[in-house]
């Protein structure tokens, strides 16, 4: 399987942590990306750190690298591969998918060296 492309965004994500029956702020459904999941017990929000969030718990200081699409649904491994790259690095991931794409949310601490890693394997990073 050849490498994709990454891309690493410009902004900062923290990832908020809300009760299953909170109201999403505005501010996120208005900013120009964000993630939103909701389960029976939470609803979770990664959004830019810019957009002050009311939650229960965030994380902050996450930077995101794209894994330029559209990917098809018929690919397979690509996940697994990158993620496979990044925690032989010892960098840990929180990961995002939309229809089109992968986002591999890193800590700032260690961007540089999940960047490293991915381009020692071979993939190219934008």
């Known amino acids: 399987m050849s490498k994709q492309t990454l891309q690493l965004l410009e902004q900062e994500f923290t990832i908020h942590s809300l009760d299953c ?4 702020p505005q501010a996120v459904l208005n900013s120009k990306l964000y993630f939103i999941a909701k389960t029976a017990d939470e609803l979770s929000i990664v959004c830019s750190s810019d957009i002050s969030v ?3 718990a965030a994380e902050s200081h996450w930077r995101a690298l794209e894994v330029l699409g559209p990917l098809g649904f018929s690919l397979t491994g690509i996940m697994a591969n990158i993620s496979g790259v ?10 995002l998918s939309t229809y089109d794409t992968d986002y591999i949310l890193v800590k700032q601490s260690q961007i540089q060296a999940a960047m490293n890693a991915l381009k020692k394997d ?3 990073l934008l």
């Open 86 to 95: 990044l925690a032989k690095a010892n960098v840990s991931i929180f990961t």
């Open 122 to 124: 071979g993939y190219l």
């Open 21 to 24: 029956d909170a109201t999403v």
């Open 54 to 56: 009311d939650s229960l």
